[in-house]
């Protein structure tokens, strides 16, 4: 059954039968989900086919059944987006057991300054996003998503990935992004496959102790595209520059506008 609390606030739910089942909150059911921008005129799902594939991916990581074909998840997302008001908001869609459940939110921290709170929990499985990670889900929504993320930290002192973004350090014009134990996200990909030749990328860990060695300290992500850590809880290091992000907002703002645009042709022929 659908229902719209605000504007931008959706909730909806279809069963393995491809039928309107009652909404339930699908955090701490075993299952997977994304999370997608949703922007543009018309409303569009900021790189769709990312989202669904990395989907599939989760599921499959988590040994979960496909209960959906690909077409019904476009088709139902897609007709959800065409009936809500104009973006940009978040859309959540999450596959448990019970089925396909689809909730919208407004998007936060978009480009923003940011407090990186440091947080002694890691992902089950990091590879996937699981909605059975209860823990992190608790401690987010203890905090202001708007001017804090939470730095996911592992036992021996590395830094992993945000709550809600993956985690870029920049030195010079090198950017260190770790990958051991955080998330594949789709913005870091996206800015990866576009980052200009004059940077440097590598992927490699980095630790509480070698903060002091780092410019900047940026996160990526759906919801805050890129946004820039300037502070951390409990440690004392501030930005020097601010050139990656200049750098790193440029390129993404670029390749969603170039999406945006893609999609808009194809729904005008």
Known sequence: MAKRF????FQGAWGPNRNPIPFVNPWGYSGAYTTILVEGTPSTAVFFDR???RLRQSLNKLKLPQQFSESFLKETILGVISSCNKGPYML?????KKGLF???YAQSGKGAELEGELCHIQRKLPAAKSLLDMGLFKEMQKVDRNCKELLLISPNGNILEGATTNILF???RTIISPTQDALPGITRQVIQELIPESWCWNTNDVHLDDLHKFDEILVCGSGKEVAQIISLSKIEWKPTSQNAFNTLSQCYKGAKLNYLKKFSMETLT
């Open 92 to 96: 959540r869609v999450a596959l448990i």
């Open 6 to 9: 605000s504007p931008i606030a």
């Open 170 to 172: 920049v030195r010079g």
């Open 51 to 53: 989202h669904l594939e």
């Open 102 to 104: 689809l909730s919208t």
